[in-house]
């Protein structure tokens, strides 16, 4: 599979990663045993992660949860900048993201939990308390309107006439 | 109760030439499928996309703005440039914005202007088909005559020379084609195209080329028919932003044409519409200027559309070649031994799956299906399997 193609698929996948593999094969005009071959070598170089729903957790009100992003400013170690202090706050299961940012504070961490004191105490207890960590400024979620390139509560309809030239 | 002198005395109130054409094939089928609730539509001639939002919201900005007055009768002048400047980038071809450009209300009426503006009563216009279904009634319009140029599965739709010669009479003034093509999906290369431009020569023809699909053209690049050697001075090239850019319904469209032929066109678009509408030019000057990267995801899109649609066809047993470009489809029916309009029918009210009978856009398009894949993944897997069912349960 060309290089393109192989990019192709993967936004496919990005988008649908329930699509079948003999409908990619068509779509990529490709045999479904080249598709599933290259699916399989991107899993294994861990180019695909996994394959997740994109969920509005709002409409299950017993399972709605609490986010928070939080920016944390962190001292900056020898040799190894960001990335060791980075290994410790991914490895909490709270953690649902983490980015290293540029500007006004260093790592952008997304937590989510089931109550607001949860994660309150989270950051209290387990973030601020890391010896590299500086300050922590906490921003809590209210809606989603959009996750992931995904619109929540989108009414777009199809408008066009059934039929035309 | 006695009758009034009034009705006795009636005229007839339409004119011979309105009577003399006939509504469009497609009406039929519209009004057929849209009495039907949970009917998957392959019938349908434009974008599954909304037109992209940087398009809207400049509009948008438009009228915020108060840009609410008429516009040059042949469109923006910063409409017009852009135009010209997006021909020669994405099609080498030069243009004048101030003679050679002028802005429509859709290709479609830069297509009746092409023909007013050129053709005589009893001249003769060629036209490639199966094609658009506006092409022959505006020539009739035009009170000329439409001399049909079949192009069929054994030239994968494209026109031949031979074919186009033996239509030619001494009355023959102009060919009108469409490459890519609706509904057809048929493109023709550059070499291809040149045999035409060779007889267009040749026989002294204008050349009436509506490239509105161009941007969608999957594994080619496209030819302008103006950037064929010495047609630049015979081509009427006309175009809009219906497909490329997802903007039908703003009724926005070209063309690019020598300037005497232009200036003949506007002669009658100022007095027949006076400008094209002035928020939609807006749209499309940003449409043109930042517009090119959405086209681009739009393309690849469709492309892996048309491929899955056209292996999922030919595995059901309708024999379809794989169309280069626009968004449709053109599958052969013969494997159920039914005539295109048949099969539309029966699939419609058997499987709740609307496609357009080729022999609404010509002769050669008899025996054929129009399927357009510009509807979503999940419409499209439906759609196909249902047409397996229905084709296995019909196999002659
Ligand atoms: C080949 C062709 N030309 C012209 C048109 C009309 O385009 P517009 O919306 O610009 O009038 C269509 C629309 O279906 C078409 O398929």
Known sequence: ?165 | MSQSPLQVSRKKRLSRTASSIEPSGIRRFFDLASTMDDCISLGVGEPDFVTPWNVREACMTSLEQGYTSYTANAGMIELRSAIARYMLDRFQVTYDPDQEVLVTVGASEAIDLAVRATIDPGDEVLIATPSFVSYQPLVTLAGAEPIPVVTDADTKFKITKERLEAAITDRSRAIMLSFPNNPTGAVMNQEELQAVADVAEAYDLLVFSDEIYAELNYDATHTAFSALEKMHDRTVLISGFSKAFAMTGWRLGFVCAPADITQAMLKIHQYSLMCAPTQAQHGALEALQNGQDTVTKMVSSYRARRNYTVHALNEAGLTCHLPGGSFYAFPSVEATGMDDETFAEKLLIEEKVAVVPGSVFGEGGVGHVRCSYATSMDALQTAMGRLDTFVNRHKK
């Open chain 1, 1 to 165: 599979m060309t290089k393109d193609k192989e990019v192709e698929l993967i936004r496919i996948l990005e988008h649908n990663g329930r699509i079948e593999s003999d409908v990619l094969a068509k779509m990529l005009d490709e045999s479904e045993e080249d598709v599933k071959k290259t699916i399989q070598k991107l899993e294994d170089d861990h180019v695909i992660l996994s394959y997740a729903a994109v969920v509005d957790w709002s409409k299950i009100q017993s399972e709605e949860s609490i986010a928070a992003m939080i920016d944390v400013k962190v001292t900056p170690q020898r040799d190894v900048g960001f990335d060791e202090v980075a290994a410790r706050i991914q490895r909490f299961p709270e953690v649902s993201a983490l980015y290293l940012m540029s500007g006004t504070y260093d790592l952008s961490v997304v937590v989510e939990g089931q109550t607001m004191a949860g994660v309150a105490s989270f950051v209290s207890n387990k973030l601020s308390t890391l010896e590299t960590v500086l300050s922590t400024t906490t921003h809590f979620r209210m809606k989603k309107y959009k996750h992931d390139g995904v619109v929540f509560n989108q009414d777009e309809k199809d408008r066009r006439m059934v039929v035309s030239p």
